[in-house]
């Protein structure tokens, strides 16, 4: 009975790479939110997505960040050009429906570093 | 605005009681939650209020007052485990998909 499975759990890249984020929800779990946090901040929502849906993607950067959860597969966070400003923990939390959750489980986050 | 306000940091010994209060300012309201975050960790679920009042879990209770917008996370006969990140967190009605809007956070120092 896994919970959220997120890989990798840390993340090197220099900047101009791509970063892949990679998040499995818990069984059953149709809704997938990725939150970025900072050093010394909370954690910020980024977006939310259903099964080949993005739902709301008002905390996510215009540019150079995309998310997809496709019908088969985890959800993929993806970073273009990557910047030093970019390194962060990436959390990844999953419920089983949207409306009327009572509670998220999150994954143990990717760490991505830029250098 | 959304803001979500609680203490940066935290101390007590063990046995103590200790109680983490959050504030916030949301444009709706769907939910409060308690987070516990220890270092390089997930967060972990705590509590939900989504009523006035307060709800008991073992050593963790967690108090909500709507009217007021304020919420604490009280912790009883306090352990050295319970040294972690608690976060505060709101779902507003007004979030497409009730994603959660969290505080920064509070750091709980327990010494022995």
């Known amino acids: 009975n896994a919970g959220v499975m997120q890989n990798p759990r840390h993340l090197v890249r220099r900047r101009g790479q791509e970063a892949r984020l990679r998040c499995s929800p818990m069984k059953g779990h149709s809704h997938v939110y990725w939150y970025r946090q900072l050093p010394e901040e909370g954690l910020k929502f980024m977006v939310y997505l259903q099964k080949e849906n993005i739902i709301d993607e008002s905390g996510m950067p215009k540019e150079r960040f995309s998310a997809e959860f496709p019908k088969e597969g985890p959800s993929i966070l993806r970073i273009q050009q990557v910047v030093r400003g970019d390194s962060a923990a990436y959390f990844c939390a999953s419920s089983p429906s949207g409306q009327g959750l009572t509670e998220a489980f999150f994954g143990q986050g990717t760490r991505l570093t830029v250098v | 605005g959304q803001n979500i306000d609680q203490p940066t940091e935290m101390t007590a010994t063990e046995g103590a009681i200790v109680q983490i209060n959050c504030t916030y300012q949301?444009?709706?309201?769907?939910?409060l939650f308690w987070y516990q975050q220890h270092a390089g960790e997930a967060p972990t679920f705590l509590s939900y209020?989504?009523?006035?009042g307060l709800e008991e879990k073992g050593r963790f209770s967690s108090f909500l007052s709507r009217s007021k917008g304020y919420s604490y996370l009280l912790l009883k006969e306090l352990q050295m485990k319970d040294s972690a990140s608690y976060l505060c967190a709101v779902r507003d009605i007004g979030q497409a998909g009730t994603a959660l809007i969290f505080g920064k956070g509070t750091t709980l120092s327990v010494s022995s």
């Open positions: 209020n989504v009523l006035d």
């Open positions: 949301t444009s709706g309201f769907n939910g």
